[in-house]
């Protein structure tokens, strides 16, 4: 987002109608921030009021301008809502949905659609944060049926990819003995490769190499590995493609966490050495390469250098994020059978959690990386 959307001249309007703010969540100064605006997932964006410092829309993960675009006019319209119930009601979803009461926002935004005025510039948007909101409350039938029912309406826009992917994903979560999950399933995967096929959607590289994984998960839910496998070859060559056309090191490398997904996926994890090992020559503070090469060297069983690597990340690394470095270090020491070595980094994950402020901290982790600790010990 930072490197192709947020750079694009069309957002040069909005200028002026805003107060521009990045923040870092893994900063120990910035656990204020997150502690008063908790993120779930990244990337976030928040339309803050500047009266109350409440939030009054949030929209979760990446997008295009367009995208972006829709979520300002509609941060614009919760602060000053028109007159009308519908812009009063959709205002009040957005408001639950910036509050991550995605439950209740679900519910709201369902009843909403629930039969959408012709024209309604807003449906994209709306049905995008409902069925997000139905998968974050754990409704998964309800959004898969919604990413089915809604998927015709919006296709060939630039919600159509998410959707669809959000389909198949709450499809897959539908429980397993349910007699129709595997037509559910089936056709969401349908609207997931219409959605690739359609020349009319326009968005980033790394939304289409989402939907991919989420259809590589379809496949690998079927035992279908040759199926898994080609639409992993497909998306490598998609970021492959970009990768080598990105204007700079940064622009590059905002394409290597989704490269390295796929080909752990299709077992082929050496493929993402060299472009993790040119991304930390070329972006030396950046803790990110070394880290993902630690994950790449463990999936090839090469210990030493996955070790090493791992040092380099931890040496870099601050915030929440050394919690993971830590994590997959105890998964390099267990895989090896060096019990005293995962218990170390076990010990050293839990201090650096318990160190976390309040915004960063995370109880549930504690207490997960605790219960890993101490059946160690028994």
Not at 7 to 30: C, H, M, P, Y
Not at 52 to 71: A, F, H, N
Not at 186 to 196: M, V
Request: proline share 6%.
């Amino acid at each position: 987002m930072k490197a192709y959307v947020f750079t694009d001249k069309a957002l040069t309007s909005r200028a002026g109608q805003f107060v521009w703010l990045a923040i870092d969540t893994e900063k120990a100064v910035n656990a204020p921030v997150v502690e008063k605006f908790p993120v779930g997932a990244w990337p976030s964006f928040y339309v803050v009021d500047p009266r109350t410092e409440k939030l009054l829309v949030r929209w979760t993960g990446g997008g295009t301008v367009e995208q972006i675009e829709s979520l300002l006019d509609a941060g614009r319209a919760a602060w000053k809502p028109a007159g009308d119930d519908r812009s009063r009601e959709l205002a009040a979803a957005d408001k639950l949905n910036g509050d991550a009461r995605y439950d209740e926002a679900a519910t709201a935004y369902g009843k909403l659609l629930a039969a959408p005025p012709p024209g309604w510039k807003d449906l994209p948007r709306v049905v995008d944060a409902y069925i997000f909101a139905l998968l974050e409350a754990g409704r998964s039938r309800e959004c898969a049926e919604a990413s089915l029912r809604f998927y015709p309406v919006i296709a060939g826009g630039p919600s159509t990819l998410s959707v669809a992917a959000a389909g198949i994903d709450c499809a897959l979560e539908i429980d397993s003995g349910a007699a129709d999950r595997a037509k559910i399933v089936a056709e969401a995967e349908r609207n997931g490769r219409a959605a690739l096929a359609d020349p009319r959607v326009k968005v980033a590289v790394d939304d289409r190499s989402g939907l991919y994984l989420s259809l590589m998960a379809a496949r690998d839910d079927v035992g279908d590995e040759a199926g898994k496998k080609a639409l992993g070859a497909e998306a490598a060559r998609l970021l492959e493609d970009a990768a080598t056309k990105a204007p700079t090191p940064d622009a590059r490398a905002v394409f290597d966490a989704h490269r390295l997904t796929v080909y752990l996926e299709i077992g082929e994890p050496q493929r993402a050495v060299p472009m993790l090992e040119a991304s930390e020559r070329d972006l030396p503070a950046d803790y990110n390469p070394p880290a993902r090469l630690a994950i790449a060297y463990k999936a090839m069983k090469d210990w030493d250098k996955a070790l090493a690597a791992s040092d380099r990340a931890l040496a870099k690394v601050y915030g929440p994020r050394r919690l993971t470095v830590w994590k997959v270090r105890a998964d390099i020491y267990h895989e090896t059978g060096d019990l005293a070595g995962e218990k170390k980094a076990l010990g050293q994950a839990i201090a650096d959690a318990e160190a976390l402020p309040a915004g960063q901290r995370s109880e549930r982790t504690i207490a997960a990386l605790k219960t890993r600790l101490g059946k160690l010990s028994t």
